[in-house]
Every structure is written in C-alpha cells, then in structure tokens.
C-alpha cells in the first residue's frame, strides 16, 4: 500500500471515531437540553455545525461537494463574523435527523476521502490556503474540538460517552506474549 493510501485510511479512521463519538452525544442528549444554550449555540446547533463541515470539508474542493439532500445551509453558522455571516434562527433538527446525517457521513467517508489528492499544495478551498493533507488534519480537529464541546455539556449534566479510537478495522492485533 502506498503511504497516500495508509494516510487516507487513518483519516478515514479518525473522522470515524469522531463521528461515532459525535453520535453518542446526540444519542444521550437529554431532550431539555437540545434546544438550550444562548442562541445560536445550542446542543443541536454546534451537532450540526460540526457534521456539515467534518462533511464539507473532507471533499476534494469547494467547487466539488457532495451535500447531504437535508441541507439548511442558513444553520451552520454558530457565532457572527459580519452581516453576512450572521447565524439565521432556523428550525432545529432532530436527533433523529442528525443522527441520520451522521451514519450518511459514516457511509460516504471512505469513498469521499478515496477522491481527495492528500499530496496537493491546495486545500482545495480558497480560504485555507494549506497542503489538502494539512487540511485534512485541520477538519478532523475541528470535529473532535465540537465533540468534546457537546461532550462537556453532557458531563455536567452528569452523561459520559465512550472514547473511540478508530475505526475497528485499523486496530492492531495484540502483540504475541514472549
């Protein structure tokens, strides 16, 4: 296996761990906390903010995405850089709708990453102008910083998740005892 395809499926590994971790936050989420939060960081919001752009982000280039067919692109924003940029109040998705985005994204992530030219200079999208690789690494963190986000908020409600470390088929046997 060349190393470009070792490094696709460590990536591929690590969003899935974030996603599934992402997963169990919505899963858990009690229901008074979904919609709480001084607007627009909500439960749900920061769930959805963190798919659609775990999503977006692992494409090949701004100018090739592939959206979810549920898409409200008015509710990714979660703060307000400019008039333009300004979270719009929307109404919110359910968990189960989340919950569906997320095993879409699951789904896709293999064949999605299999797209993307890790060895390129250019992100592909102009407002990063890093390696695609660097890129990539960029938007896993992002998705584990609003992980851990949602998970914080379950802590102090007293909700654990389990941490996931990869995917199940990147574990390494156990070494042999000698």
């Known amino acids: 296996m060349d190393h470009w395809n070792e490094v696709r499926a460590a990536l591929a590994g690590q969003y899935y761990a974030g996603f599934k971790m992402l997963r169990q936050c919505i899963e858990v989420c009690p229901d008074d906390l979904w919609n709480e939060a001084p607007w627009p960081r909500s439960f749900w919001r920061i769930a959805y903010h963190a798919l659609f752009y775990a999503h977006f982000y692992m494409q090949p280039s701004h100018n090739n995405v592939n959206l979810w067919d549920k898409q409200d692109l008015e509710a990714v924003a979660l703060w307000e850089d400019d008039d333009e940029n300004r979270p719009r109040k929307t109404e919110p998705y359910t968990k189960e709708e989340l919950l569906a985005y997320v095993d879409h994204i699951i789904g896709v992530t293999e064949e999605t990453l299999a797209k993307v030219d890790l060895g390129s200079q250019d992100s592909?999208?102009?407002?990063?102008?890093?390696?695609?690789?660097?890129?990539?690494?960029?938007?896993?963190?992002h998705l584990q910083g609003h992980v851990g986000q949602l998970s914080e908020l379950l802590m102090m409600r007293g909700i654990d998740i389990d941490w996931v470390s990869t995917h199940p088929s990147r574990r390494l046997p156990e070494k042999p005892e000698a």
Request: glycine share 6%.
């Open 124 to 141: 592909g999208f102009p407002w990063y102008p890093i390696p695609k690789i660097d890129h990539e690494m960029l938007s896993v963190r």
